[in-house]
């Protein structure tokens, strides 16, 4: 009996690439004759010609499955439902603007059937903006350190995952998950290959500075406990120097009582760095207190509007 390959693609007006990464997959897999092949694309509510040209796709060749949103469910969560859709023994994660390399399954397939249950790509060099892609390298690096999970720098989602893999992440029942930190708290038999990210051909990315910032937040908050006990020291500290800046005043006035004028420059500093520092671990609660909110809701990762091919 042949094994399952299971291709998983989120997508969102990507009506550019669509039809251009059907085609190179299907030359991928023609090389895997004894492996039979489904493509799982999920759509988040398209405004654009991506949906017509699945469907298309889906009426020529029945391996194309289509799951259709009722709105858009956002970048988290949409294409984590899509994973756990696929019933492949062996289950590939690849966005739809060809920045994951379709050739890459290739190796993806020869790694897990020598025994690698997770077969990661690792984006080591890129051809998009070199500033961008230094902060996101220096922010996966800043996260590892601080996380209490060992998480992978360089690591989009973008691979292969064994079919016990994708199970475990059935049963982990998270409303919004960081699939990057779960892979990485899994941490089964991982096989990294490093690859270079191609720069994107056409259309536009969907990756806005919201999107990037949820990530990084959902990473955050997800994975370390850190930030909080940044606060509660800086805090402790904080209240340490004002007392003691306040007492050497005290002195300094009782010793010199006539000549000694405080003025209101210390003050008003001193009033606008405390208030920064208590907005911006505010803000850092309200990221945590947020994130227990969504597990308390405990929605439904997606509504799905229709399904295609799926019978």
Request: aromatic share 12%; charged share 25%; glycine share 6%.
């Amino acid at each position: 009996m042949k094994k399952l390959i299971s291709i998983v693609t989120p997508c969102y007006n990507e009506e550019e690439n669509v039809e251009e990464l059907h085609s190179q997959i299907l030359q991928v897999m023609a090389e895997f004759p004894d492996y039979d092949i489904e493509h799982i694309y999920i759509d988040n509510a398209s405004t654009d010609r991506t949906v017509p040209l699945l469907r298309k796709l889906a009426a020529k060749d029945k391996r194309v499955k289509l799951i259709l949103n009722s709105r858009n469910f956002g970048h988290i969560r949409s294409p984590f439902h899509g994973l756990l859709q696929a019933r492949g023994d062996a289950v590939v994660y690849m966005v739809s603007d060809l920045q994951d390399p379709p050739y890459m399954i290739k190796e993806f397939i020869k790694k897990w059937e020598e025994g690698g249950k997770i077969v990661i790509g690792i984006k080591n060099r890129s051809e998009e903006s070199r500033m961008f892609f230094l902060f996101r390298s220096m922010y996966y690096r800043i996260l590892r350190r601080m996380s209490e999970v060992p998480l992978i720098d360089d690591y989009t989602g973008f691979g292969l995952y064994d079919q016990r893999v994708v199970e475990i992440l059935r049963q982990t029942n998270d409303p919004y998950p960081y699939l990057r930190g779960l892979i990485a708290d899994i941490n089964l038999d991982v096989v990294r290959i490093k690859y270079t990210q191609p720069k994107r051909k056409r259309g536009i990315t969907k990756n806005n500075f919201y999107t990037l910032f949820d990530m990084a937040m959902l990473g955050l908050t997800n994975n370390t406990k850190i930030p909080l006990r940044v606060a509660t020291i800086l805090g402790f500290i904080t209240a340490t120097i004002s007392f003691l800046v306040g007492l050497f005043y005290f002195i300094y006035k009782l010793c010199d009582w006539q000549d000694f004028s405080l003025g209101l420059a210390p003050l008003v500093t001193g009033m606008f760095f405390l208030g920064g520092v208590q907005l911006l671990f505010l803000g850092i609660l309200g990221e945590y207190i947020g994130a227990i909110y969504t597990q308390v809701l405990h929605r439904p990762l997606v509504i799905e509007k229709e399904r295609i091919n799926f019978d």
